[in-house]
């Protein structure tokens, strides 16, 4: 990690001089001042430091470690003599089998326990300061200047042997308008360390009244402000209660050790597309925004401009609504389980009456999000129920269409009615979250796996999705290229419905068609033109 490079080159200092002092250097954390880098102190055991250890690098989010010090090795970079305006003020805590059992200003009492303990040194995050400036927002502490409150969440950290607890997150209030400038500013003064991990409601995370942090203070959020939300390193007093060691110190929330590490430039990855992250609101109720980077934003744009063509000349390019693929493939990102349901009988007089455009886009989507270990629900009628063969448990639905009457199309109803062919008659009533408009629905259904498979390689949205805790996916570890749909697995999905003889929407014909189109040529041009924006590499 760059900072434990740039702490084992910095002049040391013995840490006594810091830690047994009555006035050490320790000041309140909502700021840093003159650059001096804060970090905050564990000291535990020397048997449980191994394993204190792997649970900082497991979840590095809350926890970014800097350095560790062995016993009777206990050395800073050298500390700026930085005095706190409020010394009385405790600064260390004292737990004993997992309690925290009181709040010292010094330990020197307790100079021989020390003697077997390892010190741990962690990033104490960030100053939202020099961000909020940036955009043009005044700093806004708590009222009676205390530090920033901070919250318990239901989200687990990864657990490593005896450290087992819950991530602790600070929260500020932004306004709308400038949430996409602050995010953009804090990634770019710290990297990814500067990167929110949730954006709307609490309750999201299990918070259930900002008013009441678990510590700290809390900062009122004003109409038109979003709750944002960053890991805080008062998770390692989670962690250290949790492991019920009979003794061990950590700083007090709100202090920390000034030292002269300076604030490093961001890593150059996020001065890139891979890692400008870009905000996009999912839902305003409940209010969620999600992140993935710039790169990651713009191939999902490209694959909703390929399928937006209108080979039928229905005019659907009156129906589109911009990004509704992104949001609908963020939401779907989002969810632990997903309902999925198609089929339509256009053919009264056949058997069956179903098309063949429909279940091959869902079961292409299906089988992605089984692909990302998501639960998946397929309904569908009872004289459909032979072309499907999973169902799960828990259901969020989606609709997926390209001529107006298909369900979840009431969204653009007023459109279908005034520009579609029959439009006042076929236009669905039935209103989805998002339309995701296609020349045919397949092209849709193709086009959101794809999306998925984009976000899921998105560094930046990995990380928002599992909030900066657990290891984050190493590249190629998942085998979600072969679960993507391609142009054979498509047509011999096409040629089973075939054998069932289900017919072509448009044409009635039962053959290698999809909505009077030929498979070859346009259906397998299109999933190629789907592919080869996915896998490509910017």
């Given amino acids: ?35 001096l880098r804060p970090a905050s102190m564990v000291a535990l055991h020397r048997s449980l430091a191994p394993a204190f250890e792997k649970f900082c690098q497991a979840n590095s989010g809350p926890l970014p470690l800097l350095g560790r ?16 305006t409020r010394m009385d003020r405790p600064q260390f805590r004292k737990y004993e089998f997992g309690a925290c059992t009181g709040s010292l200003t010094s330990l020197e009492e307790h100079l021989e326990q020390l003697k077997d303990m390892v010190i741990f040194l962690l990033g104490c995050g960030f100053s939202l ?82 008013s009441k942090p678990d510590y700290g203070d809390p900062v009122v ?97 009156h129906l589109l609504c911009k990004d509704e693929l992104l949001r609908a493939s963020l939401s779907l990102s989002h969810a632990r389980s997903v309902l999925i349901t198609t089929g339509f009988p256009t053919h009264f007089n056949h058997e069956p009456p179903e098309e063949t455009d429909g279940p091959p886009g869902a079961i292409a989507l299906a089988a992605f999000l089984q692909a990302l270990e998501k639960g998946v629900s397929m309904i569908v009628d009872q004289r459909a129920l032979s072309l499907f063969e999973k169902l799960v448990e828990e259901a969020v639905e989606r609709g997926v269409g390209d001529g107006g009457n298909e369900l979840g199309m009431g969204k653009v109803k007023e459109a279908v009615k005034s520009h579609i062919r029959n439009g006042d008659v076929i236009a669905c009533d039935v209103e989805a979250d998002f339309a995701v408009i296609a020349g045919v ?6 086009a959101l796996a794809c999306a998925l498979y984009i976000l899921n390689s998105c560094e930046v949205h990995g990380r928002y999705l ?10 190629g570890a998942q085998n979600w290229t072969e679960a993507l749909p391609s142009v054979s697995k498509e047509e011999k999905m096409l040629g089973i419905l075939v054998q069932h003889r289900v017919r072509s929407g448009v044409s009635g014909n039962v053959g290698m068609e999809v909505d009077g189109l030929p498979f070859h040529g346009t259906h397998a041009q299109m999933i190629q033109k789907l592919l080869d924006v996915t896998t490509a590499h910017v």
């Fill in 129 to 210: 300061e020099g961000a909020l400036a940036k955009v043009g927002l005044p700093g806004r502490d708590p009222a009676d200047h205390g530090h920033v409150g901070a919250y318990k969440t239901a989200v687990p950290c990864a657990t490593i042997a005896g450290f087992c607890c819950p991530l602790v997150v600070t929260m500020r209030p932004i306004p709308k308008d400038k949430l996409e400038r602050l995010v953009q500013a804090t990634c770019s003064m710290m990297g990814e360390q500067g990167q929110p991990i949730h954006i709307g409601d609490p309750e999201m995370l299990g918070i259930r009244d900002l």
């Fill in 441 to 446: 629905s397949n092209w849709g259904g193709y």
């Fill in 1 to 35: 990690m760059t900072f434990t490079r740039h702490l084992k080159s910095c002049p040391l200092s013995a840490i006594r001089s810091l830690i047994l002092r009555k006035k050490p250097s320790i000041r309140n954390m909502s700021s840093t001042v003159g650059g």
């Fill in 221 to 317: 959020c004003q109409p038109g402000e979003v709750p944002v939300f960053w890991p805080s390193p008062l998770t390692s007093l989670e962690a250290v209660s949790s492991c019920k060691t009979p003794l061990a110190f950590t700083s007090a929330p709100g202090c920390t050790v000034m030292t002269d590490l300076k604030d490093l430039e961001a890593p150059a990855s996020c001065l890139t597309p891979e890692g400008i992250p870009e905000v996009v609101a999912i839902s305003q109720d409940p209010v969620h925004y999600s992140i993935a980077s710039a790169s990651a934003v713009q191939k999902i744009r490209e694959l909703e401009a390929i399928i937006a063509i209108d080979p039928g000349n229905r005019g659907i390019g």
């Fill in 466 to 475: 599992r909030k900066a805790t657990g290891p984050s996916r190493a590249p």
């Fill in 69 to 84: 010090r062995e016993p009777g090795k206990w050395t800073l970079p050298a500390l700026g003599a930085v005095s706190d």
